[in-house]
């Protein structure tokens, strides 16, 4: 095999620039072998395949090119092995945890890069391509990061990255389980596998990493059993490392007491909802685990105000929100009802072409526990709008619904059969500025919608 130079390392066929190793992966719906006659036009110098491709160019073939990913791209990038590392897993909740850790970082003194659902962050922002990268992405993130003079990195990981080994390489000095609930189950396939894949996380610490957990769900016995060199918990109750009472909860913020290590800590965060206090709490242990100050601590939590679709007021009690899961949807409808005088109008749907088994579920929950439930389309993609809202219509236990496919119109409904007193919540995508309908992704985003319905008066 003759010696070739090369520039990049690039898996994706559509990305290939001239002097390329290109490697060959096999996926889901795709299969990188196909594509090895496009690469060679477009200028890759080599190719590393699970089996032996026709081509003249140079050839590596490996049992699976996907687990090889880290290996190559440390050789190429560097291992950032100086970077602090922070991993946040869970069913809900991740990407209000990192972005909290991350505003720790950066009152601490440090240079934080984020990594999540809403976008990649560092001095630079850019969109998001998914919540946790490939690996050979995540490195070329934190080339650029370390050239920014970027030295820590809080990272949202999916279930779907652990299982798919895309952070196999990395170490983490904290690995944050935030809570686990249904969810992914047209991947995971059962329960079982799914938790299994979140406690993965805890395997990738480096040897003083540090693991952060929610004691006050129920997998909290399983992650005791991994027996970890070194943890920290959090929840409400008093036998955690670091636990909370919640003093006021109210459209203006939380106002809530920390206790740790016998000393007690006021905190005003400008988040909304009473499920913020566990993300507060989760992200208070893992700087805790990092040597921060309370000080810096404090100060990082309550710089936050808001977080892109997460509890967002957009305008007038109008509420875009992420929550797309039994859990996320339950807890956000109690928590709002606190605040409530009037009605409580929820918006929402389910994803095509995912768990389907969560449908009747949320439509149960939204049925329960809003006073009027809009049920409406959320990300189709493959499926026909109507038989996912019939999935939902299963679960419905009151006649408080409507249905309106289109979710432009099924916004500007819920805002026009709002008053004064009553509280919208438009849920399930939160920051997505996108619907994804069969392979297209159509320019949409809740927030503009909600903000046009004012001023045109929809």
């Not at 998001?128 to 990981?157: C, H, Q, W, Y």
């Not at 983490?172 to 189950?185: G, I, K, M, P, R």
């Not at 928590?335 to 005088?341: A, F, T």
Request: overall charge neutral; charged content about 30%.
């Amino acid at each position: 095999m003759k010696d070739v130079e090369i520039n990049s390392i690039e898996f994706d066929s559509r990305k290939l620039k001239p002097g390329a190793l290109y490697v060959a992966v096999k996926g889901a719906k795709y299969d990188g072998h196909v594509y090895i006659r496009d690469v060679e036009k477009e200028g890759a110098v080599a190719v590393i395949t699970q089996k032996r491709i026709n081509t003249e160019l140079p050839q590596v073939v490996v049992k699976d090119t996907r687990g090889i990913f880290g290996a190559l791209a440390k050789r190429f990038y560097g291992d950032f092995s100086d970077f602090i590392k922070v991993g946040v897993t869970g069913t809900n909740g991740k990407t209000t945890t990192a972005f909290l850790i991350h505003s720790i970082l950066s009152h601490a003194g440090k240079n934080p890069g984020l990594i999540g659902t809403v976008y990649y962050l560092s001095r630079t922002k850019s969109k998001a391509g998914r919540t946790t990268p490939e690996i050979l992405d995540i490195l070329r993130l934190f080339k650029k990061f370390k050239d920014e003079n970027i030295d820590s990195v809080v990272m949202e990981v999916s279930s779907h990255a652990l299982k798919l080994k895309r952070v196999e390489d990395i170490d983490f000095d904290a690995a944050v389980f935030t809570n686990l609930s249904q969810d992914h189950l047209d991947f995971h396939e059962t329960m079982e596998e799914y938790k299994n894949a979140k406690l993965h996380l805890f395997s990738l610490l480096k040897p003083s990493g540090w693991g952060v957990y929610n004691n006050d769900d129920a997998v909290r016995e399983e992650i005791t059993k991994l027996r970890l060199t070194h943890s920290i918990s959090f929840g409400t109750a008093r036998d955690s490392d670091v636990w909370a009472q919640l003093r006021d909860d109210s459209l203006d913020g939380l106002k809530l007491v920390i206790h740790y290590a016998e000393q007690r800590y006021d905190i005003e965060s400008s988040l909304i909802g009473a499920f913020n206090l566990y993300n507060i709490l989760a992200a208070f242990a893992s700087a805790i685990a990092l040597d921060i100050d309370v000080k810096s601590i404090i100060r990082g939590i309550e710089a936050l105000s808001a977080v892109r679709g997460r509890m967002e007021r957009v305008v007038d009690n109008v509420f875009v929100d992420f929550a797309h899961t039994p859990s996320a949807i339950e807890s956000i409808l109690r928590s709002s009802r606190k605040y409530v005088r009037g009605k409580l109008i929820l918006v929402f749907g389910c994803g095509g072409d995912r768990d389907s088994q969560k449908r009747p579920r949320m439509g149960a929950i939204a049925t329960r526990l809003a006073d009027l439930a809009v049920i409406t389309s959320d990300n189709p993609r493959s499926e026909p709008p109507l038989k996912i809202i019939e999935d939902i219509k299963k679960g419905v236990v009151r006649d408080n619904y409507e249905i309106i496919t289109d979710r432009k119109e099924a916004i500007e409904y819920a805002i026009s059969a709002k008053e004064e007193e009553d509280i919208v919540i438009v849920a399930g995508k939160g920051h997505e500025e996108y619907q994804l309908i069969n392979d297209k992704a159509i320019e949409f985003d809740d927030a503009e919608v909600v903000r046009k319905c004012f001023t045109n008066s929809c």
